[in-house]
């Protein structure tokens, strides 16, 4: 069965370095999106991507975020100088079109900012 | 703006009884609403979603939910647990087209033999 997949399963990071968490989703799946958990919270949407573009963002997706197809395969998600408060588990999610079309999620990177 | 609500961050039911894992939303825009399961060191998977069609909705692994409007409820059900459904429960809603998701705040569910 096809599914998302996520690199590294685990990360951790000096506070002020960079970062770029990668996805590989679905292969035929159009919207790409990247969701972060904090420790005891909700899961919150950070963005989405679709035509090689950003679709949608939050206020948390500030200018230390972005994202990026760069080929046919991978998504990535790139925090320019990370801040303890960075540190959760980042799930990345394909699906094969917006709205009510289920997403699949991969397992999730696990970033510890130290 | 859209929210979820989970009532209940923990329950604890026996094996063989009935599980209800509670989701209320607020939407100003007619909803489409999902649950999603998480067991551990995986993914978030879908379990069933409500699109506006019929009310009652069947999942997988024997769930299913009831989109209740006059209550803006869409709680989770399962007639007789199993030990295999302890995990965390998600339950979301999304009005966009870009298909972002707004989750609740998880409930984990325990399974006691």
């Known amino acids: 069965e096809p599914e998302v997949t996520q690199t590294p399963s685990h990360q951790v990071t000096q506070m002020g370095q960079e970062v770029i968490l990668r996805c590989v989703p679905i292969?035929?799946?159009?919207?790409f999106y990247w969701y972060r958990q904090i420790l005891g919270q909700k899961v919150e949407f950070l963005v989405s991507?679709?035509?090689?573009?950003?679709?949608?963002k939050s206020e948390i997706f500030d200018d230390q975020f972005s994202v990026e197809r760069p080929d046919g395969s991978n998504f990535t998600l790139k925090i320019r100088s990370t801040k303890l408060e960075d540190s959760a588990m980042y799930f990345c999610?394909?699906?094969?079109?917006?709205?009510?079309?289920?997403?699949?999620f991969g397992q999730g990177t696990r970033l510890t900012v130290v | 703006a859209q929210s979820v609500t989970q009532l209940g961050s923990h329950v604890s039911v026996s094996e063989g009884a009935l599980v209800l894992l509670r989701c209320n939303y607020s939407?100003?825009?007619?909803?489409?609403l999902f649950w999603y399961v998480q067991y551990p060191n995986q993914g978030l998977q879908l379990l069933l979603k409500?699109?506006?069609?019929?009310?009652l909705v069947k999942g997988i692994n024997g769930f299913e939910a009831e989109f209740k409007k006059s209550e803006t409820s869409f709680h989770l059900t399962k007639p007789s647990a199993h030990m295999s459904d302890a995990a965390e429960y998600f339950c979301?809603?999304?009005?966009?087209?870009?298909?972002?998701?707004?989750f609740g705040q998880g409930t984990t569910l325990q399974v006691k033999p």
């Open positions: 409500y699109t506006s069609a019929a009310t």
């Open positions: 979301a809603v999304t009005s966009s087209n870009t298909g972002k998701l707004i």
């Open positions: 991507f679709y035509n090689n573009e950003i679709s949608e």
């Open positions: 999610a394909s699906s094969g079109g917006g709205g009510i079309t289920e997403a699949f």
């Open positions: 292969s035929n799946h159009l919207y």
């Open positions: 939407s100003s825009v007619p909803p489409y």
